[in-house]
C-alpha cells in the first residue's frame, strides 16, 4: 500500500487544519492506519490511530483536541486538529499496518507517507 499526507501548513495557536491520507491498494480499508509526527531533536511519536473498523486511539495531550477518522470509499484517513498549540509543531506522517493492534513504535509500521509540515505560530 502507497500513502500519500497531505494539509498542513502554517497556522496560529488556537486555529485549525485537517491533514489527509491517501492510500492506494484495494484493501487499504482493512489497514489499520495511524498518524505519527516528529519535531526537531525529537522522536517521532504516535498521535492517533484508527482500526479497520473504526476504533480510535490517541496519544494523551491530543485526546479532546484532534480526531482521527476515515472515508472507506475514498481510502483516506484524516486528522482534524484544533486548538493548536505551538508545541503541535512538527512533521506528521501517516503509517499503515496489517493488524487492528495498534503500537506507540514506530517501527511496527512498514507503511509510510512522506509527511506533511505542520507549523503553529505562537
Known amino acids: 500500500v502507497q500513502l500519500q499526507a497531505s494539509g498542513g501548513g502554517l497556522v496560529q495557536a488556537g486555529g485549525s487544519l485537517r491533514l489527509s491520507c491517501a492510500a492506494s491498494?484495494?484493501?487499504?480499508?482493512?489497514?489499520?492506519t495511524a498518524w505519527f509526527r516528529q519535531a526537531p531533536g525529537k522522536q517521532r511519536e504516535l498521535v492517533a490511530a484508527?482500526?479497520?473498523?473504526?476504533?480510535?486511539n490517541y496519544a494523551d495531550s491530543m485526546k479532546g483536541r484532534f480526531t482521527i477518522s476515515r472515508d472507506n470509499a475514498k481510502n483516506t484517513v484524516y486528522l482534524q486538529m484544533n486548538s493548536l498549540k505551538f508545541e503541535d509543531t512538527a512533521v506528521y506522517y501517516c503509517a499503515a499496518r496489517w493488524s487492528d493492534t495498534y503500537y506507540l513504535s514506530p517501527a511496527r509500521y512498514p507503511y509510510w507517507g512522506q509527511g506533511t509540515q505542520v507549523t503553529v505560530s505562537s
Open positions: 484508527i482500526t479497520s473498523g473504526g476504533s480510535t
Open positions: 491498494g484495494r484493501t487499504f480499508n482493512n489497514y489499520l
